[in-house]
């Protein structure tokens, strides 16, 4: 599903955001950890085509997304902060992407159903909250249900009940054969629906591979905590 | 086809709810309407065949005081055109590279060609859509003559939308370029205008470059040949369309070649 080989990411003024990263992911629910600055969200943009790798290569369901973007219809990305329209109403935003991704009206409001916006869909989009964007955002990344979705800080400006909402739609939806690549710093929570975790430092790779393999610390110890997890390679490869 | 169409139409639905699109047709309207009161109320004291006759920038119009009107106020519409163009555009392309909203379409199948053209495509017409509403709608307002003469050669009108648009289509290919150039809304806008302005200015010495070329070409594309030199006449026909052409290509492999969405 996604393929990343010798991927570098080097900017201007000479320093890596991502540094020789190879990794594969089939399927599953991937926990993309690591600290603020560590390549996360720079690792997403060069899946999805926005940057382009200063070597290397990003394959995203066996296609560049740069040079291929047909690809996306059957990816859905949440950015961090995504920057949507403000002068158009949620559903007119949703339908016009639908087009573009081969969908029916019926399938907006399935989206809309599950992520229980439809009070507000046919509001213009400037006038959500942080908290109805995000579940907007959402809607958006699982419309049409695609292969993979992307969730960059996908519970951001969420309270309580929104986050267990969203963790439990993963858990749902992946039941339905979706992939999910969620980018998150609510590594509690996420620990709970992540099948597979690769955790960055400083661009590079500290750690990959499934919850269970990575959770077992040391021979007397052995974990699902995903912040049990994270902290512990993140010591290891500070030391 | 169907999917760029589409994409077409929602952009151009956005940029009609752009309220600077009315503010500044009003401004071109009121320099429209100006500048046709002052020339009615001199030709109606008898004095504007005279005026013509003896202004040496005008003596090539002599007998076509329809053709000194619309070219006179073609200097302002394209002052007032750079504002309005360089505003839009840098609001519509240059705002939405720096929040984030182009990087929003291109995580979507859209390819980044097709967000480009759409989006040049309807600056460019809802540009060249503010100077031609305003004159048309002058020009048919003000005085009943006037229609009546255009209608009467269509060489006039077809002169004044060649012009128009190789107008908007300069103003457009700056614009863009500047926006693509510096993906920030204030760099854009001021970038824009300014190269813009500064050479309108400097068109007062070099009467090949826009806006006076503007003025130029309306009366050459209306059968005056006489205004200056065969070399004078192929730069002003050329410059626009080179320039534009020019800047647009380069703007469009920017866009969908090197720029980082990040």
């Known amino acids: ?239 | 086809m169907n999917k760029f169409v589409k994409l077409i139409s929602w952009e151009a639905r956005r940029i009609l709810r752009f309220p600077l699109l009315e503010i500044f047709l009003v401004l071109i309207m009121l320099s429209v309407v100006t500048e046709m009161f002052y020339v009615s109320q001199r030709m109606s004291e008898g004095s504007a065949p005279l005026l013509l006759s003896t202004s040496r920038r005008i003596v090539y119009l002599y007998g076509k005081w329809i053709a000194y009107n619309v070219s006179h106020t073609m200097s302002n519409i394209f002052i007032v055109s750079i504002l309005t163009g360089s505003t839009l555009i840098g609001n519509f392309m240059a705002k939405e590279i720096e929040n984030g909203t182009t990087k929003l379409y291109a995580s979507h199948p859209i390819s980044r060609s097709h967000i480009f053209i759409s989006k040049y495509i309807v600056c460019f017409f809802s540009l060249a859509l503010v100077p031609l509403l305003a004159l048309l709608i002058s020009v048919f307002m003000i005085d009943p003559r006037f229609p009546l003469y255009l209608m009467q050669n269509e060489r006039e009108i077809i002169s004044l939308l060649i012009v128009v648009l190789l107008m908007s289509f300069y103003i457009t290919s700056v614009s863009v370029a500047c926006s693509v150039f510096s993906r920030n809304v204030a760099m854009s806008l001021f970038g824009s205008i300014g190269i813009l302005l500064v050479i309108n200015i400097v068109s007062g010495d070099y009467s090949y470059l826009p806006g006076r070329s503007l003025s130029s070409l309306y009366v050459l594309f209306c059968g005056n040949q006489s205004y200056s030199s065969q070399i004078e006449r192929t730069i002003a026909i050329v410059f626009l369309p080179l320039v534009g052409a020019n800047l647009s290509f380069i703007s469009y492999y920017l866009f969908t070649r090197r720029m980082e969405l990040s």
């Open chain 1, 1 to 239: 599903m996604v393929e990343l080989s010798e991927l570098h990411k080097k900017y201007r003024n000479g320093t890596y955001a991502i540094k020789n990263i190879d990794f594969i992911f089939d399927e599953g629910v991937l926990g993309l950890i690591g600290p603020n600055g560590a390549g996360k969200s720079t690792m997403i943009k060069i899946l999805m085509g926005l940057l382009r790798p200063s070597k290397g290569d990003a394959i995203l369901l066996g296609e560049n997304a740069f040079s291929n973007p047909a690809i996306l219809k059957k990816v859905g990305i949440l950015h961090e902060k995504p920057a949507y329209p403000p002068d158009v109403t949620g559903r007119e935003f949703l339908e016009f992407m639908a087009v573009f991704k081969d969908l029916e009206k019926s399938d907006v409001n399935e989206a809309c159903n599950i992520m229980k916006i439809t009070g507000y869909i046919d509001k213009k989009i400037g006038s959500y909250s942080a908290g109805m964007l995000q579940r907007f955002g959402i809607a958006d990344a699982i419309l049409g249900k695609p292969n993979l979705v992307i969730l960059d800080e996908p519970t951001s400006n969420l309270d309580p009940l929104g986050r267990i909402d969203v963790l439990n739609i993963i858990g749902a939806l992946h039941t339905e054969a979706i992939s999910f690549i969620v980018s998150t710093h609510i590594l509690s929570e996420l620990g709970k629906v992540c099948t597979d975790a690769l955790i960055l430092n400083e661009g590079r790779v500290i750690a990959e591979g499934k919850i269970g393999d990575l959770g077992r610390i040391n021979d007397d110890k052995s974990t699902c905590d995903l912040e049990m997890i994270f902290l512990h390679y993140l010591r290891e490869d500070i030391e």
